[in-house]
């Protein structure tokens, strides 16, 4: 019995072979988007850590800075505040450095502390020259303290390691439009005959192309579905074994990052797929061979 020439065999070793390589491909492109998504994670949590002392006046009364920190709880740019006062402060020194050095001065020397935590958005130098100046506007704040190397460091260095990742990103972009491109043409070299007989023997462009394209969108779809499966079992050994991925908290950034790279496997099939069969109904029997 003859087979029908309008659909391309499915079990053919290089229809398996693309759909293996093309998951790859897009694995390689998850990790690199997991990656994105973890140093976003380490450069906020830096930010974040870093502690803006606000020195009070030895005058401040405790209702005074109840209510300051009160104030302070309420800022949408402060993630919390913790207040200090200078008799825990010199327990906790003392307890450090092991030296009584309020009964060898015969008097405390430190001062009241709210120490605060901004949001990780306004941890630049811009944003904390701003809140520096607001908070030395309440009457009772005395010095506000911060280590700006520290800060322009973690800047500095985020913003540097985001170039590097967005460079790495579009370099793997590209090798991975090329690599599917390449493989989804060579995955075609060997219907070249098939796609140009059925062009002689009168069928239109369209009816050629279609098969050929329906069964590239069913490759790609699940050579993206193949590739989130095997990017989020290496989360999960990652999560359980090192601790360093928290995929509940991040499961939104994991569901775009596989939503993007199921689209990257279907548009890229799609597009090679059919660049590839109108190549071989524009080319001449003899240039087939």
Known sequence: MAKKSGKPNRA???????????????????????????ASNLSKQ??????????LKDDASQDQIKKLQSSLDKKKYILYSDYVSKEKAAEEFEKEYGEEFTELLGFNPLS??????????????????????QFLQNKVVNEVYYHKSIINLINDNMRKLSIVLLALGAIF??????????????????????????????????????????????????????????????????????????????????AYI???????????????????????????LDELY
């Open 12 to 38: 053919k070793p290089s229809q398996i072979y693309a759909i293996i390589s093309i998951t790859m491909v897009l694995f390689v492109l998850g990790i690199l988007g997991a990656l994105f998504i973890n």
């Open 46 to 55: 830096l930010r974040e850590n870093v502690e803006i002392s606000l020195f």
């Open 112 to 133: 009241n502390t709210i120490n605060v935590h901004l949001e990780s958005s306004y941890t630049h130098q811009d944003s904390l020259n701003n809140l520096e100046y």
């Open 173 to 254: 972009l590209f090798i991975a439009i090329s690599l599917i491109d390449n493989t989804i043409k060579l995955s075609m070299y060997s219907n070249r005959f098939l796609i140009k007989s059925m062009q002689l023997v009168g069928a239109t462009r369209k009816f050629i192309t279609r098969p050929f394209v329906n069964r590239s969108l069913i490759n790609g779809l699940v050579s993206g579905l193949l590739a989130c499966i095997l990017l989020f079992v290496l989360l999960y050994l990652l999560e359980k074994n090192l601790n360093i991925v928290h995929i509940q908290r991040d499961i939104m950034h994991y």
């Open 258 to 284: 596989c939503f993007s790279i199921v689209l990257i496997g279907v548009l890229l099939s799609y597009w090679s797929t059919k660049a590839a069969v109108l190549k071989y109904l524009k080319m001449k």
